[in-house]
C-alpha cells in the first residue's frame, strides 16, 4: 500500500476555518480577555480597594462574579497538582501512606479560619503592599476547601484499580510514570471530575470567609461575591442576598456549561467496562470543539507534547526487556521509619501540652473532649441520615447520563449555597417557635457537607461498567437483591470517600453552625464547634488551640476505627477486576 503524504493543500484545507472555528475563536478570546483583566486587578496597590470599597449596588455583580470565578479556578489547578503528587505517593509507597492519609485526615479537620490565621501574614508579607498578596491569601484559604475530597477520591481509585489491568501494564512493560499517567489517572478520572465539582461548589461557602482578610487590626475585604454576601448578611439587605444568590447560580451554569460538561463527556472513554456504553453523556461545547477545522490543527502540537510527556520512562521497573522483581519490605527500615513517626508525633504532643497547660487545667480539656463528644454525636446522626437520603437517589442519577445532565447544573448550585444564607430562616423558626438549638441547630451542619456523599455516589454509579449491569439483568437480579448484590458494592468505595470528605467537612461546618445569628438574635449549640467559636471571639488563643487539637486527634481516631477498616474491607471484597 502506497505511504500517503501530507502536502501543502492538504494541510491548508486542514487549516481552513470554517464557521465552528470562529464560534469558539470568540469564546476563547473572551476567556483571555476576562484573565488578563482579572491577572490586571490583582498588581494594584492595597489602597485602591480602600478607594473602590465593596458596594451592594447589583451593578458591581459582573465584576465581583469575575473575581470570584477566577480565585475559585486558580485554587481548582492548584488542587489538581497536589492531588496527583499527594494521592499518588500515599498510593504507591507504603511507608508514606503511614504519614500521609493520617495527616490528609488531619488536615480536612482543621478550621479555614485555622489555616488562614497561620497563612495571611506570609502571603501579605511576601507581596507588601499589593493586592496579589491578599488575593494569594484568598485562593489558599479556597484551596483548603478543595483538595482534601479530590485527594480522597484520587487515592481511592489508584488504590482500586482492576488487577487484570496492572497486569496488563506488566505485560507491556511501562514504567511507574507511564502507568501512572495510561492506567491510574484514566481510571481515577470519572471519581475526580465529580470530586472537582464538589470542590468547586463547597468552594463557595468558604469565599464569604476567605474574601475579608484580616491582619492584625486591619481588614482586607477583596471585591467578590462573597464579601458582597457577608455585606449583605452584616446589613441585613434580603435584596442583595438574593442579586448574590442569582448571580452565583448564572455563574454555576456558566462553568457548567464550558467546563465541566464537556470535561463528563470527555472523561466517559475512561469508564471501566467491556461493552460499550448505552448512553454516553454529551456536551454542546464538546461537539463545538470537535466540529472545527483549524483549532483541532492547531491544538495537534500540544497533543504531540502531552503523549511524550506521558511516554517518559522516568522510575524505570524494566531492566533489558524483563520486569525487576520488588524486594521484599525491609523489616529494619519499617522499624526505624515507625520510630521516626512516634518521635516526631511525641514531641508534636510534648509542645503542644507544655503550651496549653501553661495556662490551662486539666479541667479544660476535659469540657473540649465532652463538647467534641456531643460534636461527634451529631456527625454520625447526620451522616447516617444523609446516607439513607442521598445513596439511593445518586445511584439512580447515575445510572442515567442524560438525567445527570440535566441535574448536574441543581445539584452543584445546592452545593454551592452557602449554609449561612440559611441561618436567617433557622434562627428566626427556632426563635419563633422556641425549638431546642441543640437539635435544630444541628442540621447546619450537614447542609453543604451531605452533597460530598450524593456527588460521589453518582461518580460511582456514571463510573459502574455496564456489562456487570447487563450480566446481572441476565441473572434476573433484581430489587433488594440487585441493591446488595451488584450496586452496592459497586459503588462502595466511591461512598466511603464521599462519607469521610462528608464527616470531615461537618467537623469543619460545625464551627459556624453551632453558633448562629442573624441581626441582634444569636443562638449556641452544645459542642466543640460553638467552644472554638466563642474562645475565637474571646480572643481566647490557648482554647481556640485546645478546641482545634481535640477536633483533629477525635476526626483521626474515628476515621482510623470505623473509616479506615471500610476502607480496607471495600478494597479487598469488591475490587474489580
Given at each position: 500500500?502506497?505511504?500517503?503524504?501530507?502536502?501543502?493543500?492538504?494541510?491548508?484545507?486542514?487549516?481552513?476555518?470554517?464557521?465552528?472555528?470562529?464560534?469558539?475563536l470568540i469564546l476563547v478570546i473572551g476567556a483571555m480577555v476576562t484573565i488578563v483583566y482579572g491577572g490586571k486587578q490583582t498588581t494594584?496597590?492595597?489602597?485602591?480597594l480602600d478607594v473602590a470599597p465593596v458596594s451592594l449596588d447589583p451593578a458591581n455583580l459582573p465584576g465581583y462574579a469575575l473575581r470570584?470565578?477566577?480565585?475559585?479556578?486558580?485554587?481548582?489547578?492548584?488542587?489538581?497538582?497536589?492531588?496527583?503528587?499527594?494521592?499518588?505517593?500515599?498510593?504507591?509507597?507504603?511507608?508514606?501512606?503511614?504519614?500521609?492519609?493520617?495527616?490528609?485526615?488531619?488536615?480536612?479537620?482543621?478550621?479555614?479560619?485555622?489555616?488562614?490565621?497561620?497563612?495571611?501574614?506570609?502571603?501579605?508579607?511576601?507581596?507588601?503592599?499589593?493586592?496579589?498578596?491578599?488575593?494569594?491569601?484568598?485562593?489558599?484559604?479556597?484551596?483548603?476547601?478543595?483538595?482534601?475530597?479530590?485527594?480522597?477520591?484520587?487515592?481511592?481509585?489508584?488504590?482500586?484499580?482492576?488487577?487484570?489491568?496492572?497486569?496488563?501494564?506488566?505485560?507491556?512493560?511501562?514504567?511507574?510514570?507511564?502507568?501512572?499517567?495510561?492506567?491510574?489517572?484514566?481510571?481515577?478520572?470519572?471519581?475526580?471530575?465529580?470530586?472537582?465539582?464538589?470542590?468547586?461548589?463547597?468552594?463557595?461557602?468558604?469565599?464569604?470567609?476567605?474574601?475579608?482578610?484580616?491582619?492584625?487590626?486591619?481588614?482586607?475585604?477583596?471585591?467578590?461575591?462573597?464579601?458582597?454576601?457577608?455585606?449583605?448578611?452584616?446589613?441585613?439587605?434580603?435584596?442583595?442576598?438574593?442579586?448574590?444568590?442569582?448571580?452565583?447560580?448564572?455563574?454555576?451554569?456558566?462553568?457548567?456549561?464550558?467546563?465541566?460538561?464537556?470535561?463528563?463527556?470527555?472523561?466517559?472513554?475512561?469508564?471501566?467496562?467491556?461493552?460499550?456504553?448505552?448512553?454516553?453523556?454529551?456536551?454542546?461545547?464538546?461537539?463545538?470543539?470537535?466540529?472545527?477545522?483549524?483549532l483541532r490543527a492547531l491544538s495537534r502540537p500540544f497533543s504531540a507534547v502531552n503523549r511524550a510527556f506521558s511516554n517518559l520512562r522516568?522510575?524505570?521497573?524494566?531492566?533489558?526487556?524483563?520486569?525487576?522483581?520488588?524486594?521484599?519490605?525491609?523489616?529494619?527500615?519499617?522499624?526505624?521509619?515507625?520510630?521516626?513517626?512516634?518521635?516526631?508525633?511525641?514531641?508534636?504532643?510534648?509542645?503542644?501540652?507544655?503550651?496549653?497547660?501553661?495556662?490551662?487545667?486539666?479541667?479544660?480539656?476535659?469540657?473540649?473532649?465532652?463538647?467534641?463528644?456531643?460534636?461527634?454525636?451529631?456527625?454520625?446522626?447526620?451522616?447516617?441520615?444523609?446516607?439513607?437520603?442521598?445513596?439511593?437517589?445518586?445511584?439512580?442519577?447515575?445510572?442515567?447520563?442524560?438525567?445527570?445532565?440535566?441535574?448536574?447544573?441543581?445539584?452543584?448550585?445546592?452545593?454551592?449555597?452557602?449554609?449561612?444564607?440559611?441561618?436567617?430562616?433557622?434562627?428566626?423558626?427556632?426563635?419563633?417557635?422556641?425549638?431546642?438549638?441543640?437539635?435544630?441547630?444541628?442540621?447546619?451542619?450537614?447542609?453543604?457537607?451531605?452533597?460530598?456523599?450524593?456527588?460521589?455516589?453518582?461518580?460511582?454509579?456514571?463510573?459502574?461498567?455496564?456489562?456487570?449491569?447487563?450480566?446481572?439483568?441476565?441473572?434476573?437480579?433484581?430489587?433488594?437483591?440487585?441493591?446488595?448484590?451488584?450496586?452496592?458494592?459497586?459503588?462502595?468505595?466511591?461512598?466511603?470517600?464521599?462519607?469521610?470528605?462528608?464527616?470531615?467537612?461537618?467537623?469543619?461546618?460545625?464551627?459556624?453552625?453551632?453558633?448562629?445569628?442573624?441581626?441582634?438574635?444569636?443562638?449556641?449549640?452544645?459542642?466543640?464547634?460553638?467552644?472554638?467559636?466563642?474562645?475565637?471571639?474571646?480572643?481566647?488563643?490557648?482554647?481556640?488551640?485546645?478546641?482545634?487539637?481535640?477536633?483533629?486527634?477525635?476526626?483521626?481516631?474515628?476515621?482510623?476505627?470505623?473509616?479506615?477498616?471500610?476502607?480496607?474491607?471495600?478494597?479487598?471484597?469488591?475490587?474489580?477486576?
Amino acid at each position: 500500500m502506497a505511504r500517503q503524504t501530507i502536502g501543502v493543500p492538504a494541510l491548508g484545507q486542514a487549516l481552513r476555518p470554517n464557521v465552528w472555528d470562529i464560534v469558539a475563536l470568540i469564546l476563547v478570546i473572551g476567556a483571555m480577555v476576562t484573565i488578563v483583566y482579572g491577572g490586571k486587578q490583582t498588581t494594584l496597590p492595597l489602597s485602591a480597594l480602600d478607594v473602590a470599597p465593596v458596594s451592594l449596588d447589583p451593578a458591581n455583580l459582573p465584576g465581583y462574579a469575575l473575581r470570584t470565578t477566577m480565585r475559585m479556578l486558580l485554587a481548582m489547578v492548584c488542587s489538581l497538582v497536589f492531588t496527583f503528587v499527594y494521592a499518588a505517593l500515599a498510593a504507591k509507597s507504603r511507608r508514606a501512606e503511614m504519614v500521609l492519609i493520617p495527616l490528609l485526615d488531619i488536615l480536612q479537620s482543621v478550621p479555614i479560619l485555622g489555616f488562614l490565621t497561620f497563612t495571611v501574614v506570609f502571603f501579605m508579607n511576601l507581596f507588601p503592599g499589593k493586592v496579589l498578596g491578599a488575593e494569594l491569601a484568598c485562593v489558599f484559604a479556597i484551596f483548603t476547601s478543595q483538595a482534601w475530597n479530590m485527594t480522597f477520591s484520587m487515592y481511592q481509585s489508584i488504590r482500586n484499580v482492576p488487577k487484570d489491568l496492572e497486569e496488563a501494564t506488566q505485560s507491556f512493560h511501562l514504567s511507574g510514570w507511564q502507568r501512572f499517567w495510561r492506567l491510574d489517572v484514566p481510571f481515577a478520572m470519572p471519581g475526580l471530575i465529580w470530586n472537582a465539582m464538589m470542590s468547586m461548589s463547597g468552594g463557595w461557602f468558604f469565599v464569604v470567609a476567605s474574601e475579608a482578610i484580616t491582619v492584625g487590626n486591619t481588614t482586607v475585604t477583596l471585591p467578590g461575591i462573597g464579601s458582597y454576601v457577608a455585606l449583605g448578611i452584616e446589613k441585613q439587605d434580603l435584596d442583595a442576598i438574593g442579586y448574590a444568590i442569582l448571580t452565583m447560580l448564572l455563574v454555576i451554569i456558566a462553568y457548567d456549561q464550558l467546563l465541566f460538561r464537556p470535561i463528563v463527556a470527555w472523561a466517559d472513554k475512561f469508564r471501566f467496562e467491556q461493552t460499550a456504553s448505552g448512553n454516553a453523556p454529551t456536551s454542546w461545547m464538546l461537539d463545538l470543539f470537535r466540529r472545527t477545522r483549524a483549532l483541532r490543527a492547531l491544538s495537534r502540537p500540544f497533543s504531540a507534547v502531552n503523549r511524550a510527556f506521558s511516554n517518559l520512562r522516568i522510575m524505570r521497573l524494566v531492566q533489558l526487556g524483563r520486569p525487576v522483581k520488588p524486594r521484599p519490605p525491609s523489616r529494619a527500615i519499617d522499624a526505624l521509619w515507625l520510630l521516626i513517626i512516634a518521635l516526631g508525633t511525641g514531641y508534636a504532643a510534648w509542645r503542644a501540652c507544655d503550651y496549653l497547660f501553661a495556662t490551662l487545667a486539666l479541667s479544660d480539656v476535659l469540657i473540649a473532649v465532652e463538647d467534641g463528644l456531643i460534636t461527634l454525636a451529631r456527625v454520625v446522626v447526620l451522616i447516617a441520615l444523609a446516607t439513607l437520603v442521598w445513596v439511593p437517589i445518586g445511584v439512580w442519577i447515575g445510572l442515567r447520563p442524560k438525567l445527570a445532565e440535566r441535574i448536574q447544573p441543581l445539584a452543584q448550585f445546592l452545593a454551592a449555597f452557602p449554609a449561612n444564607l440559611a441561618f436567617p430562616v433557622f434562627v428566626s423558626l427556632i426563635v419563633h417557635y422556641g425549638l431546642n438549638a441543640n437539635i435544630w441547630l444541628s442540621p447546619l451542619m450537614i447542609l453543604g457537607t451531605q452533597w460530598y456523599i450524593l456527588f460521589n455516589v453518582i461518580a460511582g454509579a456514571s463510573a459502574f461498567p455496564s456489562d456487570l449491569r447487563e450480566a446481572a439483568g441476565s441473572f434476573h437480579l433484581k430489587g433488594w437483591r440487585w441493591w446488595v448484590k451488584v450496586i452496592l458494592p459497586g459503588i462502595f468505595p466511591y461512598y466511603i470517600t464521599g462519607a469521610i470528605t462528608a464527616s470531615g467537612g461537618s467537623w469543619n461546618a460545625s464551627i459556624v453552625a453551632e453558633v448562629a445569628s442573624w441581626g441582634d438574635t444569636h443562638l449556641s449549640a452544645a459542642g466543640l464547634g460553638a467552644y472554638i467559636a466563642k474562645a475565637t471571639e474571646a480572643g481566647d488563643f490557648p482554647r481556640v488551640v485546645l478546641g482545634i487539637a481535640v477536633m483533629c486527634i477525635l476526626v483521626t481516631l474515628f476515621n482510623r476505627l470505623v473509616w479506615r477498616p471500610l476502607y480496607a474491607f471495600g478494597e479487598r471484597r469488591f475490587r474489580l477486576g
